[in-house]
């Protein structure tokens, strides 16, 4: 199966791969790391619909690894806002800066690895991808479509050991990144998580799930924990038309990121609901987001009078701009609330 199944894997890739900003063209071109490793860091846990506009701005702005090593850490942060998962933005940052102090990207795989943000599957990607870099590459698409390749039943997370033996098995040794990328088109085009288009998918006669007449069960995964609710309050401070702003702690929930001051909630606790100014306030209504561990219900109160003084480090900033302050979705949801009465 194992030169089979990568040669007719190959030849489905070469005419049906999807065009891509971060993917080499022409054909047989070297891929920019740089663009790889960008894409890579960007595409984890997030949809390929939401990286494109963004990838397409860093690469605006930022053109090469250089260029991003040298861009202050707020001016990144801000950019990054709405794609989640700051730390990844941080990490980009760290990762861009030693890249460029060493001349370039390391090509291993093993040395890739010792970069700030690289797990093993970022590793793994820019190696083959964009090095051509034997390399076995496993993200969520990739175990869906070994899980029924292979008709691996046992539980997610404990069979990803079993998963990663068995496209060791199929991974070429050379084209090691079209293989990659050919197995995530598959995943995310033809073998997906609520449909299995086996009568289109290349590796149908040798698939060992569809074989069994219900591919779709596979991989079988754990059931979902229930996440805890927090609740707590974000502060609408605003003055001469302009609202103020804090500058979040580096480290922690949406660390680095410029937000509405709030009430020191986290995803271990709720807020105090204690108000960072006197005075009267008024509610303007409840946001809700969704964090990885935990739910959120934000309460919005909004500072009634025009005399505010707020305490401690902060910016005003015009809420003609408020599109630029780089909000994370959370707070550009409370944003929203607020200036939606006005409209």
């Not at 999807?18 to 047989?28: E, H, I, N, S, V």
């Not at 909630?265 to 303007?284: E, L």
Request: one cysteine or more; aromatic letters at 8%; hydrophobic letters at 45%.
């Amino acid at each position: 199966m194992t030169a089979t199944a990568s040669s007719l894997l190959l030849d489905w890739y070469d005419a049906h791969a999807r065009d891509l900003p971060w993917r080499a063209t022409p054909a047989g071109a070297r891929p920019d790391p740089y663009r790889v490793w960008l894409s890579e860091v960007m595409l984890q846990q997030t949809t390929v619909a939401a990286v494109k506009p963004y990838f397409a701005k860093f690469t605006d702005i930022w053109p090469d690894v250089q260029a991003l090593a040298a861009a202050p850490e707020e001016d990144v942060m801000a950019a990054w806002a709405g794609l989640g998962y700051y730390s990844r933005a941080r990490n980009l940052v760290k990762c861009a800066r030693e890249v460029a102090a060493l001349g370039d990207f390391p090509e291993s795989e093993t040395e890739l690895r010792k970069l700030p943000g690289l797990g093993d599957y970022t590793a793994a990607a820019v190696a083959a991808i964009a090095f051509g870099q034997r390399a076995v590459v496993v993200d969520a698409n990739v175990e869906r479509v070994v899980a029924r390749l292979f008709a691996i039943d046992d539980p997610l997370p404990g069979a990803r050991k079993t998963i990663r033996a068995r496209a060791d098995t199929i991974t070429p040794e050379k084209r090691a990144g079209d293989f990659a990328q050919a197995m995530m088109d598959l995943g995310s085009s033809i073998c997906t998580a609520r449909d299995a288009k086996c009568l289109l998918c290349p590796l149908s006669a040798r698939c060992e799930g569809r074989a069994t007449g219900d591919p779709l069960r596979l991989p079988v995964k754990a059931p979902k924990k229930a996440k805890p609710r927090r609740t707590g309050t974000a502060f609408w401070i605003e003055r001469d038309d302009a609202v103020w702003l804090v500058k979040r702690p580096g480290k922690g929930m949406l660390g680095g990121m410029r937000a509405l001051p709030d009430d020191d909630w986290s995803a271990r606790g709720d807020g105090h609901g204690d108000a960072p100014v006197s005075g009267a306030w008024k509610g303007a209504g409840v946001v809700r987001h969704s964090f990885t561990h935990f739910d959120i219900e934000l309460g919005v109160a909004i500072h009634a009078g025009d005399d505010a003084r707020p305490d401690g480090d902060g910016e005003w900033w015009p809420l003609s701009a408020i599109e630029d302050a780089g909000l994370p979705t959370l707070f550009a949801k409370a944003a929203r609330l607020v200036l939606a009465d006005r409209m």
